[in-house]
T-cell receptor, first 112, second 113 residues
């Protein structure tokens, strides 16, 4: 029962470095989402995808990029890491726009 | 996106029922009421959702006011494992087919032994 798998679980980056947060799901879900959660706050939507080859911006897309070349994978790219991007990142997927979302366990990212 | 209002925190005793309120006075006719919860150091998990009628599942019950301007998540017998942040979210399935969830700050539920 893998569900939504996120890697890595923890990462420390230096300012200006780049990295890709990986997200994969094995439920054949069309819809996938990336959220970030700052301490004590609710989740904010970064990007989402309604199917392979289709992505769109959420509430807080600046500083991030995504791609969706397959149904299973939805990687999130940080090109020039900034301290403001220190957060916990969650990936989620759902079968359709009306079905519940399934979340991964998150990636805890610190930028120093 | 329509907004929800929840108390910041609530306390409950173990094995007692818990009623978590949510106000959503600007709800539209196509908004579903969704509840998710987030256990410490985990991603959110789906709890329950409904449109107009009360709903029950193995985790909880959802009571929706007749005018739909408020709802209540009911945990029938709280356990220590139910200590979490509970989010009440309106999900528009009418004009938007993106399925986006707009999270507020939620209600932090503490369960005392």
């Amino acid at each position: 029962n893998a569900g939504v798998t996120q890697t890595p679980k923890f990462r420390i980056l230096k300012i200006g470095q780049s990295m890709t947060l990986q997200c994969t799901q094995d439920m054949n879900h069309n819809y996938m989402y990336w959220y970030r959660q700052d301490p004590g706050m609710g989740l904010k939507l970064i990007y989402y995808s309604v199917g392979a080859g289709i992505t769109d911006k959420g509430e807080v897309p600046n500083g991030y990029n995504v791609s969706r070349s397959t149904t299973e994978d939805f990687p999130l790219r940080l090109e020039l890491a900034a301290p403001s991007q220190t957060s916990v990142y969650f990936c989620a997927s759902s079968y359709s726009y009306s079905k519940p979302q399934h979340f991964g366990d998150g990636t805890r990212l610190s930028i120093l | 996106d329509a907004k929800t209002t929840q108390p910041n925190s609530m306390e409950s005793n173990e094995e007692e029922p818990v009623h978590l309120p949510c106000n959503h006075s600007t709800i539209s006719g196509t908004d579903y009421i969704h509840w998710y919860r987030q256990l410490p150091s985990q991603g959110p998990e789906y709890v329950i959702h409904g449109l107009t009628s009360n709903v029950n599942n193995r985790m909880a019950s959802l009571a929706i006011a007749e005018d739909r301007k408020s709802s209540t998540l009911i945990l029938h017998r709280a356990t220590l494992r139910d200590a979490a942040v509970y989010y009440c979210i309106l999900r528009d399935t009418g004009s938007s087919n993106t399925g986006k969830l707009i999270f507020g700050q939620g209600t932090t539920l503490q369960v005392k032994p």
